[in-house]
């Protein structure tokens, strides 16, 4: 398994634009899923995006066409541009990097960050 960082949360207005990453320890040019979820306040945890080691891409629709999940093998890094924000958007956002896909939504299953809070208030 690998270890996972993420950064790049913060507090922003509705509009606004934030861009997340996820460092992680070891290679990820293998893992068949590099995903991030979210879980708002008392809201089970729903999965965001999630790139494939093949390059393929899958989108909650609420994040479609707002958000952009992109790989950077070379430095292990997986990033979610968030652009468009909104107060719907407040949640704590993770990062997972599982060998298997799609992903599960299980703390359980692969390697999860610590998570970072992410903010929508006007």
């Known amino acids: 398994q690998v270890q996972l960082v993420e950064s790049g949360g913060g507090l922003v207005q509705p509009g606004e634009s934030l861009k997340l990453s996820c460092a992680a320890s070891g290679s990820i040019r293998n893992v068949d899923s590099m995903a991030w979820y979210r879980r708002a306040p008392g809201k089970q945890l729903e999965l965001v995006s999630v790139n494939s080691k093949f390059g393929a891409t899958l989108y909650a629709s609420w994040a479609e066409g707002r958000f952009t999940i992109s790989r950077d093998n070379a430095k292990n890094t997986v990033y979610l541009q968030m652009n468009s924000l909104n107060l719907e958007d407040t949640a704590v956002y993770y990062c997972?990097?599982?060998?298997?896909?799609?992903?599960?939504?299980?703390?359980?299953?692969?390697?999860w960050g610590q998570g970072t809070q992410v903010t929508v208030s006007s």
């Open positions: 997972t990097a599982q060998m298997n896909y799609p992903p599960r939504a299980m703390f359980s299953v692969g390697s």
